[in-house]
């Protein structure tokens, strides 16, 4: 579970959202503006991060308050999972991040496999639907929801990208330094059972 403060700062934030999408005067959007700063000055004490950063987050967060949705590949061959190096953080993850407007979130999770790896690959199945407030990631500012899907190699090599700065096969036994913001190695555990056998069911929360 989530911090305390992270989930008041979370919801905070969701409420400035909301009022200053749907306020109807300037004096309640001077309001709301008001509560968003104190969820930046929250997470700013917690951090150590400057608010002046979430403050330009959130600035492009717009619309009614929603979660997040992060989608995430697995792709396993040899008994094998196929990793990538953020350029970020230096440590390895499925490969994957936040969806994209416009796409489904299989089509989100095939391209973000070609970009930050050069794979090719197809979605065959969705593993779980995991809520991230939910297991012990470092905190972010952001309520997301996390999507995990099965796929098949079908072409491609191995190439970094702006966002990548390796691509390699790991077993479940001899996994990197992993970026635990975007994955965990019970998840990782988690996708090589689902490969095992086809009969689990969908997991979500």
Known sequence: MIPDWLHWAQQLQAIAQNGLTYA?????????????DIANQILEAQTGEPAARFEAAFAMEQGYSTPKV????????????????????????????WADIGQS??????????????????????????DRNRHPHPPIPYHAFKMFFLCELTGGEASASFETTGVDWFAPDAL????????????????????????LPVLFE
């Open 24 to 36: 109807l005067g300037d004096y309640d959007r001077e309001r709301y503006q008001q509560i968003r």
């Open 70 to 97: 992060d989608v995430r590949a697995a792709v396993i061959r040899d008994r094998r999972i196929l990793l990538v190096r953020e350029r970020e953080d230096g440590c390895w993850t499925l490969p994957g991040g």
């Open 105 to 130: 979130p299989a089509e989100s999770v095939v391209r973000e496999v070609r970009e930050e790896s050069g794979f090719e690959v197809r979605a065959v199945r969705l593993i779980a639907v995991l």
């Open 176 to 199: 990197p330094s992993l970026s635990l913001t975007r994955v965990l190695p019970e998840q990782i555990a988690m996708c090589f059972r689902y490969r095992a056998d086809p009969a």
